[in-house]
């Protein structure tokens, strides 16, 4: 049995709904569903069609994409920012937005690194859609099968230029979290930001899927979704080669506070 529900049985139900993108560990949606987990805030999960046109969902909320936290007056929250202000007037505790100034500021700047425009997952996104943009641009005819993938690459701003500069802005950021992690260390501090837990740490978890997924047992995903999560060019790869410690903060993690293994259907 799945443990989502269809839009039109999520319009019938009270309480918080998560419209998450189904098979498939997104990072913007599995940092959505670790914060409110760690919150411990109650919510039903929604299956949204990953690149598909979602007309019901966007009659319900106005936004076709994924994720999304739909309150019980049906109002939608989508941007990685809002959703981490949601939680935290939701439920305040614990907190995931540190109470200092400064670390505030810092995690609100590396988790846009992360998640914002322009930022790791987003430069991600474009060498995924590469390969299936190269091969349109060399047939002759347009191919039904490319229709998805070409829509959400325009939506998100895909060029060559865009792609070729990708890899190079995904090692920056990497070392950047790096750096602040190995800080953080030598300091005898255990996460990424102050002494606790932050908004930060589930998003590098979720978003490291886009370096290295976590093994099948722990993520079941499609075997052509892993493979392209990983498929990783030598920019990239020299980057994580250069900080093991990424990973394994990565899996504290995961073992520590969010879902395993990931249900994603």
């Known amino acids: 049995m799945s443990s989502f529900v269809s839009v039109e049985q999520a319009r019938e139900m009270d309480g918080v709904r998560l419209v998450l993108t189904t098979n498939a560990p997104g990072p913007w949606g599995e940092s959505a569903k670790g914060m409110l987990r760690v919150k411990n805030i109650p919510c039903v999960r929604v299956a ?15 936004v076709r994409n994924a994720p999304q936290i739909v309150d019980e007056s049906d109002r939608s929250v989508s941007a990685w920012r809002d959703m981490i202000t949601w939680c935290e007037e939701r439920e305040p505790e614990p907190r995931l937005v540190p109470e200092d100034d400064a670390d ?41 099968a490319f229709a998805a993938v070409m829509r959400m690459a325009n939506e998100y701003g895909y060029s060559e230029e865009a792609a070729d500069r990708a890899s190079k802005r995904c090692a920056q950021i990497l070392n950047r979290l790096a750096a602040q992690l190995r800080e953080q260390r030598g300091r005898g501090a255990r996460y990424l930001i102050g002494e606790s837990l ?64 990931l249900v994603l259907a």
């Open 198 to 261: 932050s908004a930060l740490d589930i998003h590098w978890a979720a978003f490291a899927a886009l370096v290295s997924p976590l093994p099948d047992e722990l993520c079941p995903m499609p075997d052509y979704l892993r493979q392209s999560y990983g498929n990783i060019d030598a920019t990239i790869a020299a980057a994580a080669d250069a900080a093991p410690e990424l990973l394994e903060h990565r899996d504290f993690i995961y073992r520590e506070y969010l879902e395993l293994p």
């Open 48 to 62: 949204q069609e990953g690149g598909g046109e979602n007309a019901e969902l966007v009659a319900w909320t106005g």
């Open 104 to 144: 505030r500021d810092l995690m609100f700047e590396l988790t846009e690194a992360l998640a914002g425009e322009g930022g790791f997952g987003w430069s991600r996104r474009l060498l995924l859609f590469k390969p299936i943009m190269d091969l349109a641009a060399q047939s002759d005819e347009p191919n039904p």
